[in-house]
């Protein structure tokens, strides 16, 4: 290199170097902030907009939906906030979120794995007009319901528009939670709990039977 040629790259590099230090020093004034109780939403928001981005490129490397992705950069952060009390620096502040985000990953995969198994299980139609259809355990206090209303109940389960009887039948005769018929049923969340709200509002119409208050229908997990 001539004695007047400049490095372009290496200066490049320090300055790249230089934000990055710049970076995690804010991040550790806004962390021991936010554990001496001091400006606790600002410091926080403060991590949120220097790592939402980040979490959702990381959520996005993995072949996950921009929706998803979201929805796992905000699971991460709502763990980061309850945990960021206790935290203590025997790692970066960058790997521990990182860790949480990977354990967000992972319970994702888990959940959809176990979605799956679950609505493979039996035919989801099939479920919801077998003569023999089980009963939920969530429908039984006392013991089974009997032959007369469980026949009621499966025939206006049938009438339901086909979407809604599906989710209706994962929730009720398999017990998965919303965010599992979430992902049986690439649905959005928010759609799978309009679905089995008008659920539980027909069979109340239709049966006009107040015991049903004991149909797993609403979330409880």
Request: positive net charge; aromatic residues 8%; proline residues 5%.
């Amino acid at each position: 290199m001539s004695p007047g040629h400049i490095d372009l790259n290496s200066g490049a590099r320090r300055d790249r170097a230089a934000a990055a230090r710049a970076r995690r020093q804010r991040v550790a004034r806004a962390v021991a902030r936010f554990q001496a109780g001091l400006e606790r939403e600002a410091s926080f928001r403060l991590l949120y907009d220097s790592y939402f981005r980040p979490l959702q490129r990381f959520f996005a490397r993995k072949g996950l939906p921009p929706e998803e992705c979201l929805d796992l950069t905000q699971e991460t952060f709502l763990g980061i906030y309850k945990g960021l009390a206790t935290y203590r620096e025997r790692s970066r502040f960058e790997a521990w979120l990182y860790r949480l985000a990977t354990n967000a990953y992972r319970k994702r995969l888990r959940a959809r794995r176990a979605a799956k198994r679950a609505a493979h299980e039996v035919a989801l139609d099939d479920v919801a007009s077998a003569p023999g259809a089980p009963a939920s355990p969530a429908a039984q206090p006392g013991g089974l319901i009997d032959a007369e209303r469980r026949t009621a109940l499966q025939r206006v389960v049938r009438e339901l528009p086909p979407q809604m009887r599906k989710c209706l039948t994962l929730r009720l005769y398999h017990q998965l939670t919303y965010r599992q018929i979430a992902i049986v049923m690439k649905l959005k969340i928010d759609t799978v709990k309009a679905h089995l709200h008008q659920a539980r509002s027909r069979l109340h119409r239709a049966l006009k039977d107040e015991a049903l208050d004991a149909v797993a229908i609403e979330e409880t997990d």
